[in-house]
């Protein structure tokens, strides 16, 4: 069983700043995931030509299995708005987070998490860029319980805030918002947090070690796969990790074979 995270950066490539369905397709099939997070991810949002990218990554993959949960109403960086309820923002450009299976899903959940109360200095690239002050997002963790050859499992996909100190605060909700959930666990996910702070706050194991951001020459891992410790028993041995380049993203996707 393969499992994998990738922020998406909306389907972008770096190259030429385009959202090419065919890119995208081709880039999600290389992955040959049995569960894919994608983060990052677009729905009827004009930059990236009013596609549905979960719907297009779970085509690539030959998944029937597949669900986007939209973290805000709007478009990032421009203007947004919480959602109400699960249900909200059809017919409206929408941003969250995916999560693509292979394996039949028992139950669905989803967790809303609330943006930090205060703005961030983040640096943005470009002539005009620098640091600016940014108002954080909502965020979202959508978690399915599968059932595998391997048994029941539950696995989660997130993208957590850039604010330092309240991405903390988000995973540990994360963590108990999932403990709700049959084990084995597996979070999966942007967590704008690095690999050491990530095993700490949780006490969860990392299953793949592999620096991801930025994509042309990784330096630091912000994109990861932890298991909780209750259940790790009864997960397949890891016999292979990766982080392979990419034709979209800022991020590289992060790969890890369990059995």
Known sequence: MRLATFNLLHGRSLTD??????????????????????????????????????????????AD?????????????????????????????????????????????????????????VYVPGPRGGLVLLRDEPRVVLAAVLDTPHGRLTVAATHLSFVPGWNAHQLRQTVRALRTLPAPRILLGDLNLPAGAA???????????????????????????????????????VTAVHNPPSTISDHRPLLVDLG
């Open 17 to 62: 700043g385009l959202v090419d369905p065919d890119r995208l397709t081709a880039a999600v099939t290389a992955l040959d995931a049995d569960v894919l997070a994608l983060q990052e991810v677009d729905r009827d949002q004009s930059r990236s030509g009013n596609l549905d990218l979960t719907a297009i990554a779970a085509r690539a993959l030959d």
């Open 65 to 121: 299995e597949h669900r986007f949960a939209a973290a805000v109403v709007g478009t990032p960086g421009e203007q947004f708005r919480p959602l109400t309820h699960d249900d909200d923002g059809h017919g409206e450009p929408c941003y969250g987070v995916g999560l693509v299976t292979r394996h039949r899903v028992h139950t669905w959940q989803v967790t809303r998490l609330r943006p930090a109360p205060v703005r961030a200095p």
């Open 199 to 237: 095993r700490l706050l949780t006490g969860w194991r990392p299953l793949g070690r592999r620096p991801t951001y930025p994509a042309g020459q990784p330096r630091v891992q912000l994109d990861h796969i932890l298991a909780d410790r209750h259940g790790l028993d009864r997960l397949p041995p």
